[in-house]
């Protein structure tokens, strides 16, 4: 059974969505369902459908003197956030939203809203699945309302990402992005005058303090030619996708997001043992969907992948989740990575904590097996969180299995993060490890490394 909001989205005027354990169900008001079923049945909009870059949508009921239109859409299989999304996932919703609002325009309808909260990721797939942002257009206004909303929520956050160094994480308290004093006041003035700052930040943020002087604000002329006005439209779209393409960086390495090339903590035999006990536990699990906790660049995802699994492979530190994300791309891999750090998960958010569920919360019901290898010691000793706490976690985030590796006090990697405070840390202990997880766990397998680090292959109790 999947969880569902405690509320429906509230936001447009034209309707809003629920999600239920069958699907996402989209109430369309008055006047607007008119526009929205006519659109349903254009041959562009089936083809783009088919194409995996936009939602479905069935029609459940038709608007009557008692009932509104009613719409259901598939269920993703693990919704995310932008605020989750490595660099590349947001590149790649940027690059959809617009991708997507060309084609539009290229058939007289046009997007009204351009945020990433209308992308969701099946793998590392965008999908659009808010089908109330798409309208007729205006071929009389050359402006694209959304224009703005896809500055501040789209390249903004890129551009502070990539220049600052502002962690797209971060925008998780930024819901309507960045406005460009913002960015302004922080860049350096040499990179004002450089793009894409300049046409991005500089030149904007001058045009609105003339505004506000009074110095400008002159009506935008109405063109009467539609396939001018189209021209417009589609050249300052094209203007976006530069200016998006401008702000992707080159990759930064961090300290783990070369830890399986440079793990000179385990042998080759060691490597290849662990892989083989991994392979055989997600076989005997018949593993479907996967939580890979503590992921790194997705070595054992890509296993639980390649065995017919939907992974979801989430770490902290968010260049580790980019090498993974770009090594995704082209390959076909059911798999979606996350930066979460799961001692400190996502929480709810938006209006009465209820409009952006918590990354837990989304997790209840949903994986029939945990993977949470060479991770344990980071959250006993990194996060200081007790071994039953964890267990107590465990417990909840599967539905039937877990695949562990327990990292002994004598490990060179968990000493490294005791750093001398080993006596702070004596009652953490194999046998306590143990003792923790039997309480709602059962051994299937298990598989001592050479290098003295443990594998489990854990089932869950029923009571």
Not at 17 to 33: M, T
Request: include cysteine; charged fraction near 20%; glycine fraction near 6%.
């Amino acid at each position: 059974m999947l969880s569902a909001p405690p509320l429906p989205t509230f936001r447009d005027p034209a309707g809003s969505l629920e999600l239920r354990a069958d699907g996402a169900y989209r109430q369309v008001r008055s006047p607007f369902e008119g526009e929205l079923l006519a659109l349903l049945e254009l041959p562009f909009f089936q083809r783009i459908v088919a194409s995996g870059r936009l939602v479905a949508s069935e029609v459940v009921s038709r608007p009557s003197d008692s009932e509104a239109l009613l719409l259901r859409h598939p269920l993703i299989f693990f919704p995310s956030y932008p605020w989750e999304w490595p660099p590349s996932m947001w590149q790649a919703a940027a690059e959809l939203t617009l991708n997507l609002c060309r084609e539009l325009l290229q058939e007289g309808w046009i997007l009204k809203d351009a945020t990433p909260l209308n992308v969701l990721f099946q793998g590392t797939d965008a999908i659009f699945v808010d089908i109330l942002s798409i309208q007729r257009a205006d071929l009389g206004q050359p402006i694209w309302n959304a224009y703005g909303q896809f500055i501040r929520t789209f390249v903004l956050p890129l551009l502070a990402h990539t220049q600052l160094g502002w962690p797209l994480q971060s925008t998780f308290t930024r819901r309507d992005g960045y406005e460009p004093e913002e960015i302004f006041a922080a860049l350096p003035w040499y990179s004002c005058l450089r793009q894409p700052a300049l046409t991005t930040v500089t030149l904007p943020m001058l045009l609105s303090k003339l505004k506000r002087d009074g110095k400008t604000g002159q009506q935008t002329r109405l063109f009467e030619d539609p396939d001018l006005v189209r021209d417009v439209l589609l050249h300052s779209i094209g203007g976006l996708r530069k200016r998006i393409t401008r702000t992707r960086s080159a990759f930064k390495a961090s300290h783990w997001s070369g830890y399986v090339d440079n793990s000179a903590h385990y042998s080759p035999a060691d490597h290849a043992s662990k892989r083989s006990f991994v392979t055989r536990a997600l076989a005997a699990a018949q593993s479907r969907r996967v939580l890979d906790i503590g992921c790194n660049t997705g070595a054992y995802s890509l296993v639980a992948a390649d065995a017919g699994a939907q992974v979801v492979a989430i770490d902290s530190d968010p260049q580790t989740v980019e090498r993974l994300c770009q090594s995704l791309k082209g390959q076909g891999k059911n798999v979606l990575p996350l930066c979460i750090d799961l001692a400190n998960p996502t929480p709810a958010s938006g209006w009465s904590n209820a409009e952006s569920t918590s990354f837990l919360s989304r997790c209840a019901g949903r994986f029939d097996t945990v993977m949470m290898l060479a991770m344990i010691h980071h959250l006993l000793i990194g996060s200081q969180i007790p071994l039953d706490h964890i267990a107590t976690l465990c417990r909840s985030l599967t539905t039937d299995h877990l695949i562990l590796e327990w990292v002994p006090p004598t490990d060179e990697k968990y000493r490294e993060i005791v750093r001398g405070r080993e006596a702070i840390y004596e009652h953490i202990t194999e046998a306590a490890f143990r003792a923790a997880f039997a309480a709602f766990f059962i051994t299937t397998e298990e598989l001592t490394l050479e290098n003295g680090r443990i594998l489990f292959h854990l089932r869950k109790r029923y009571r």
